[in-house]
């Protein structure tokens, strides 16, 4: 297994040797940045590494009410609950609604977060085909009882197709029944998405009540966490029906530190977030141009290719050779990832637009060379 030996960013060590990086969820490449890692140093000096207990149990601290107050500001929300993993946030959501809706709904792709979360509710769950608002509308109109409340829950963006959900088209369908409520994982959306940052539902324009988000700060902001922010009586409710905010310890102080700074940092420029969205139509563009047309045209900085007679394997193994990193990932090893496997590409706002074009002339050898073996193989 590869190790990692220095923070990921544009440029990152492995196994020893710097390498142009296009892997994992550092979309900003923030978690080598200085502001953070000095803001993390500091706040290690007051409160050592973590508080050893829940927040209820004298866990609370200003480091992690700072977050929260930051979070809140960025969502532009009365109030933000702060967490240990963004895994967590559709178990926090689903427990704490739990009085607000009778059947959930899940994509039949959901990340294993919200199946594990869905599971956790103890409530009955039903898939829809993946980002098919007509088959969410079959199974709706065939599972609910009268008066029954259905709770449609899918990641905003999926972690390996980098594809977004429709969610415009369900928050079209649910507003015809009442008390219908919308979640959404936005794992890999927060900060990343809309004009301020805020995630796939105001990407996609949809707003308002029983609409609801969980984001994480481990990803594009560079910290570690999940948040979801609201009204101040919705974030009460889930702090009162959710068992998880109060029985897990406290995020560490050191990465709740480096959190509420990236936040500020975010919320101080917008210039990172254009600098990532011309990067990624930069890097779509080129692609595109190698025969990938089918990339769809989002600022979505996940790029999943999944060319046919490749050996993908190999493809990422002649890449990382040549010093570019990019992840192979298994048809059914993890969700969202096409049947035949695919090289997943993640653009960082920190990628120069000459190691952008470097990893694409490489990948257009590359394929060349595993096109060529799958075919040597298959003689
Ligand atoms: C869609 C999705 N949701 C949730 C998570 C978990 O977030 P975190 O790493 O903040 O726990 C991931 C992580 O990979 C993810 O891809």
Not at 58 to 72: C, I, R, S
Not at 154 to 183: H, K, M, R
Not at 227 to 233: C, E, H, L, N
Not at 349 to 362: N, P, R
């Amino acid at each position: 297994m590869h190790h990692m030996d220095s923070a990921p960013g544009a440029k990152t060590i492995i196994d020893g040797r710097e390498v142009n990086y296009f892997c994992g969820t550092g979309y900003f490449g923030l978690q080598g940045n200085t502001k953070l890692i000095n803001a993390a140093c500091h706040a290690m000096q007051q409160y050592g590494i973590a508080s050893g207990t829940s927040r209820s149990g004298f866990g609370n601290n200003a480091v992690l009410l700072d977050v929260e107050e930051k979070a809140a500001r960025f969502f532009e929300a009365e109030q933000a609950l702060y967490y240990v993993s963004g895994y967590l946030g559709n178990a926090i959501l689903l427990q704490g609604l739990s009085a607000d809706y009778e059947v959930i709904f899940a994509d039949a792709e959901a990340h294993y977060s919200v199946m594990d979360g869905a599971a956790m509710a103890k409530k009955p769950v039903v898939r829809f085909a993946h980002c098919d608002v007509e088959d969410l509308q079959r199974k709706l109109t065939a599972t609910l009882k009268p008066g029954q409340r259905p709770l449609v829950i899918t990641d905003g963006v999926f972690p390996t197709s980098g594809a977004v959900a429709p969610l415009a088209d369900y928050d079209n369908l649910l507003s015809t029944i009442e008390g219908a409520i919308i979640c959404v994982d936005d794992a890999h959306a927060t900060a990343v998405l809309g004009l301020k940052g805020q995630g796939s539902l105001e990407y996609c324009g949809v707003s308002g009540e029983r609409r609801y988000s969980s984001g994480t700060l481990s990803k594009a902001v560079g910290g570690h966490g999940g948040v979801i922010a609201g009204s101040s009586a919705f974030i009460e409710q889930l702090k009162k029906h959710s068992s998880i905010p109060y029985g897990t310890s406290s995020v560490p102080v050191p990465a709740a530190a480096a959190s509420a700074a990236a936040l500020q940092l975010l919320m101080d420029s917008r210039a990172l977030r254009q600098q990532l969205w011309d990067n990624v139509a930069y890097a779509k563009a080129a692609f595109r141009q190698i025969g990938f047309t089918d990339i769809p045209d989002t600022p979505v900085p996940i790029i999943c290719l999944s060319p046919s007679a490749v050996d993908l394997g190999k493809l990422q193994q002649t890449l990382f050779d040549k010093g570019q990193v990019v992840l192979h990932v298994p048809g059914g090893s993890y969700t969202s990832v096409p049947k035949s496997g695919a090289i997943r590409v993640a653009i960082f706002s920190t990628h120069s637009k000459q190691q952008i074009d470097e990893l694409v002339a490489e990948m257009l050898l590359g394929m060349e060379s595993a096109r060529c073996s799958v075919f040597a193989e298959s003689k």
